[in-house]
């Protein structure tokens, strides 16, 4: 059933992202950054250990989106991990407008600062 053209519109974003194309573009990102580069560096650490690290690291990673896929069905505000934690904690912690989102967004923005650099080092 597609949406309803005599329903009023609401404000905000809309959830259009079906999960085919969420999913292509999880496969999308690991490919690029899993399997072409990474490979050689953990075998030259690791050795023969390596397989059972990708084992360990792809479990890990499993809980870790099994836990934003639970905070998705359960908020359903657009916003992704900005809105998760605000779910969880509140609008507000200190007085100024918004700390959590800021926060949130200042953790995701170091994190992938972490990815960039730890994706250079690689190459």
């Not at 329903?7 to 259009?16: F, I």
């Amino acid at each position: 059933m597609g949406p309803n053209k005599n329903a009023p519109a609401q404000p905000g974003l809309e959830r259009v992202i079906g999960v085919r194309a969420l999913a292509a573009n999880a496969v999308n990102m690991t490919v690029g950054a899993g399997i072409f580069a990474l490979p050689a560096v953990v075998a030259a650490q690791l050795g023969p250990s390596a397989f059972f690290a990708y084992v360990v690291c792809a479990i890990a990673m499993g809980l870790v989106l099994l836990c934003f896929a639970e905070s998705g069905s359960r908020v359903h505000e657009s916003g992704g991990a900005c809105a998760y934690v605000e779910a969880a904690f509140g609008p507000g912690l200190l007085p100024t407008d918004k700390p959590i989102r800021l926060l949130t967004r200042w953790f995701v923005a170091i994190s992938l600062l972490g990815l960039a650099a730890a994706s250079c080092w690689m190459l």
